[in-house]
């Protein structure tokens, strides 16, 4: 497996957490803390299998770096949380780290 596809499938799920847990401190009901608890303890098992096909320091760092990047993105459509000039260059330098990261052929 691709550490992008690895890293994608995290940020994804972590998503679907990070949004019910954002949702529940913002005021939402006992039910979205329940989902964000559920989500993030399959991202555990996800992770655990995802270890067994991608190494481990190129998985955390193109995790990371996706994560970013969606975050920031459902940040800014979702929540409507408004970015500097600054921190948009971050992202797109996160975007270029992943680019060589994942670029390489070495196993």
Do not use: C
């Not at 529940?24 to 995802?50: D, Q, R, T």
């Not at 067994?52 to 459902?74: E, P, R």
């Amino acid at each position: 497996m691709q550490p992008i596809v690895g890293g994608i499938l995290l940020t994804l799920v972590e998503g679907v957490g990070d949004w019910a847990l954002k949702k529940y401190a913002m005021g939402g009901a006992w039910g979205l803390l329940s989902i964000g608890v559920i989500v993030y303890n399959a991202l555990a098992f996800l992770l655990v299998w995802l270890f067994k096909h991608v190494g481990f320091a190129i998985l955390n760092a193109t995790w990371d770096a996706t994560s970013n990047v969606f975050t920031m993105i459902v940040g800014a459509l979702v929540f409507k949380e408004v970015y500097s000039v600054r921190e948009w260059i971050g992202m797109v330098l996160v975007t270029l780290g992943l680019v060589f990261i994942n670029g390489s052929n070495a196993k």
